[in-house]
């Protein structure tokens, strides 16, 4: 019999906490009084708890279907089968992460996933690529008919919605949507395709599905299938957030609290282990490796550029995922894979939860 679910992993219903759902349809009317009014919706969602669920979003449901179904396809296959595409064969991570290679401190802590990791496609004469360890170039793909096809379709459809958005949060800001997109041509804008895996562990803070974060990049656009996500709102306590159907999860990251000088919240988060198989698809919406996000002028003070140093993305990103995997750890660790940063204990956007009623 499953273990109770440990006190510090327990968090407000949906119901005891109202959490946004921001319809996006007005984005796809061409009328600026929509779209306004849709950026004002996002923006209130943003500087609250960073978290929030979007509907009118125009993916077509067959599609997000369909997805689940290659997820699922894939992640059934025998472990001999996706080893054959493990990240660790690649410099640039792509490909199969099992679950004993997520964090450092496998098996004093477990992380209950396993993913297919893939990003935006870059060309393999790219000079990061070229470079190694770096988060930019070519995907890979599995040997499974129609697969690459299904997720290369979602992840353009999802990607382009990730542009609607950067255009609304910019509009109500009140900068130039160019002062953002100038940043991407060839982003750190990862999809995860992720399994949590069955067991029969406790939920604690060393037995999770994904321990406690915030994301790396500008924002995060999820589709999952199951309970088990759990989000810190605006008074920081933890809150549950199940699907919604027909809804996407947003949270903002790192980067949106840096450009907007701490007004837009990059949003803790974590999935509790529940022991039940689980899919979700994050898409993290990032910006070039060596794209530097720093305050936007108009948000510059003596403070918020105290607050907020500038920061590279691609280099934010791969601050964070050397302790978050294995294979980089140990790579990193025996010298072979160089770095001229120095990676920090633990990412600086971090915040920390108040006890309900505080």
């Known amino acids: 019999m499953r273990a109770e679910i440990a006190a510090d992993q327990r968090a407000l219903t949906i119901d005891d906490a109202t959490l946004p759902v921001v319809d996006l349809s007005g984005l796809f009317t061409g009328d600026a009084g929509d779209t306004a009014a849709v950026a004002a919706r996002l923006g209130e969602a943003a500087r609250g708890s960073g978290f929030f669920y979007i509907t009118g979003h125009g993916i077509d449901q067959d599609l997000i279907d369909a997805v689940f179904a290659a997820?699922?396809?894939?992640?059934?296959?025998?472990?001999?089968f996706k080893m054959r595409y493990w990240s660790g064969f690649t410099t640039h991570h792509r490909g199969y992460v099992p679950f004993e290679e997520n964090g450092r401190n496998f098996p004093k802590s477990i992380n209950f996933n396993e993913a297919w990791d893939m990003s935006y496609e870059a060309p393999a004469d790219h000079p990061d690529y070229l470079a190694g360890w770096r988060l930019t170039g070519p995907n890979i793909w599995p040997d499974i008919p129609g697969w690459k096809d299904t997720i290369s379709t979602y992840y353009d459809a999802v990607f382009a919605l990730g542009l609607r958005l950067l255009d609304a949060l910019a509009l109500e800001l009140g900068v130039s949507p160019d002062e953002l997109t100038r940043h991407i041509s060839y982003p750190c804008s990862q999809l995860r395709l992720l399994r949590y895996i069955e067991n029969d562990m406790p939920a604690t803070k060393d037995m999770v599905g994904i321990g406690e974060h915030s994301d790396f990049e500008?924002?995060?656009?999820?589709?999952?299938?199951?309970?088990?996500?759990?989000?810190?709102?605006?008074?920081?306590?933890?809150?549950?957030?199940?699907?919604?159907?027909?809804?996407?999860?947003?949270n903002i990251g790192d980067i949106f609290e840096t450009w907007s000088g701490g007004q837009f919240k990059s949003t803790q988060h974590r999935v509790v282990n529940l022991g039940r198989e689980r899919y979700s698809f994050p898409l993290f919406f990032g910006l070039d490796y060596h794209a530097v996000a720093e305050v936007l002028d108009k948000f510059r003070t003596p403070e918020t550029v105290a607050k907020y140093p500038p920061l590279k993305a691609g280099e934010h990103v791969m601050r964070m995922s050397v302790k978050g995997f294995r294979y980089m750890w140990e790579a990193y660790q025996a010298g072979e894979m160089q770095l001229d940063y120095e990676l920090p204990e633990e990412n600086p956007f971090k915040r920390e939860a108040k006890a309900p009623g505080t």
């Open 71 to 80: 997820a699922k396809a894939f992640h059934e296959k025998p472990r001999s």
């Open 218 to 250: 500008c924002f995060t656009i999820l589709a999952t299938g199951a309970p088990g996500l759990q989000v810190m709102n605006a008074e920081d306590h933890w809150v549950e957030a199940p699907p919604i159907p027909g809804c996407f999860v947003v």
